[in-house]
């Protein structure tokens, strides 16, 4: 048994306290994980980049951060031509990241007595992770990770140039990305897996594999009352990208069933897809029943799911929706295809919605009734989404790192 202090390695690329998606996961982690180590007197070291550490200086709270240490990993400046703030080289950056914080990690390993380490952002099944360079007397826990997606889904009229791109991208992604997943998840020990599709690709493997969705969702004490209005009102949530497929809300929106229903699309709309949002509502003659609010503040958000009448969430691809989770905790029915990263949560709530079948000949009117079902549900809510979930759940990691520990050969374990 060592007498080096204990410690959790807590890889996240990406981490901010103010952001959403993977940065604010990565956030929740780091606040959780630190909970725990505060319990069992445990040092939790953070590596990550630079503008992630610059975001979390003088956040964490201070009786937290006496168990906080934060490993830098410094990228090199590329080239001028080479912009890595720009989205799409940011999976580029990663790769790079991961193979500079490789010696890092293995410091660590050598100056502490590490009980588990943990790659949560980017947790991708494409991409790579520090902690596999580790030894195997480290217990290894990747994820969460997975992103659940449906190339037919995107083959669904209306198609575009864009939706039929995302088609091809996906039927690739679908034949390509368990490659690198399954040789990721064999060199774990546990796999936490956003959603069905992702268990399916770890079952290849020996790998445990425990379903979490990152999904947060923090209710406000206070919400407004709900109100009577006529006709149903649909709401859609989300960036208005091609991925998300806002098109077949609109589409809904023209059957004979919806006609006296009001279309709500929140999501930044200076878009090349927004644009094309507004030209097919005009084409269809329903920009009328069809408002386009911009982007919203989460409250804003909230509230209109109070209001609304059902979530049209139609998108083909994504990890785990928060979108839904919220939804769900508002006791909003949802609309969503299945063997997405919508259905697993909306599955995982236990609440009101309609799964429908990703298939190419779906029409208006399967949509449309869809919808109308949904509408017709009770609305049940669930208090699932808490950030309670992530202490508990680092807690339980903590406990199998130990054990993990006990079981190595020679080994008498570690106490807490």
């Known amino acids: ?68 240490e934060v ?36 410091e660590i390993e050598r100056t502490f007595s590490v009980v588990y380490a943990h790659h949560v952002t980017f947790a991708s099944e494409i991409l790579s992770t520090p902690i596999t360079r580790m030894s195997p007397n480290i217990h290894k826990v990747w994820g969460p990770v997975g992103a659940g997606g449906v190339a037919d889904v995107f083959a669904i009229s209306p198609t575009s140039r864009s939706s039929r791109k995302q088609w ?27 959603n069905g599709a992702m268990e399916a690709t770890v079952a290849q493997t020996n790998t445990r594999c425990h379903r979490f969705p990152n999904v947060v969702v923090d209710l406000p004490a206070d919400r407004p009352v709900r109100a009577e209005h006529d006709g149903l009102a649909i709401l859609v949530v989300g960036h208005l990208i ?14 004979t069933a919806l006609q006296d229903a009001h279309l709500h699309i929140v999501g930044f709309d200076s878009t090349s897809h927004g644009t094309y949002l507004h030209r097919r509502a005009e084409i269809l003659g329903v920009q009328d029943r069809v408002t386009f609010h911009g982007s919203l503040d989460r409250t804003a958000v909230l509230d209109m799911m109070v209001q609304a009448d059902v979530l049209m969430h139609p998108s083909g691809r994504e990890g785990a929706s928060g979108v839904v989770g919220e939804a769900a905790s508002c ?19 236990g609440t009101s919605g309609v799964v429908l079948p990703a298939d190419a000949a779906t029409t208006r009117d399967t949509l449309a009734d869809a919808i109308i079902r949904a509408s017709q549900m009770p609305r049940i809510s669930t208090t699932q989404w808490t950030k309670q979930r992530f202490v508990d759940l680092v807690a339980q990691l903590y406990a199998e790192g130990l054990a993990f520990d006990a079981a190595l050969p020679g080994r008498a374990g570690r106490t807490r």
Request: hydrophobic share 45%; net charge positive; glycine share 4%.
């Open 1 to 68: 048994m060592s007498n080096r202090r204990h410690a959790i390695v807590l890889c996240s690329f990406t981490v901010h306290p103010d952001m959403p998606s993977e940065p604010g996961i990565g956030w929740q982690f780091l606040i959780a994980t630190l909970e725990h180590a505060r319990t069992v007197g445990a040092t939790v070291i953070l590596v990550t980049m630079r503008r992630s550490a610059q975001a979390c200086a003088g956040r964490v709270p201070a009786e937290l951060e006496r168990h906080l």
């Open 71 to 106: 490993v830098t990993v410094e990228i090199p400046m590329a080239p001028s031509f080479f912009r890595w703030h720009y989205p799409r080289f940011t999976r580029i950056e990663h790769e790079l990241w991961v193979r500079l914080a490789v010696p890092y990690v293995r």
């Open 168 to 194: 091809l991208l996906q039927m690739v992604r679908d034949r390509v990305a368990s490659i690198p997943a399954t040789r990721i998840a064999r060199r774990c020990d546990l796999v936490l897996a956003q």
């Open 242 to 255: 091609t991925r998300k497929r806002q098109e077949l809300a609109i589409e809904a929106l023209a059957a």
């Open 331 to 349: 006791g909003l029915p949802v609309v969503c295809f299945e063997r997405t990263g919508a259905s697993s949560v909306l599955e995982d709530s």
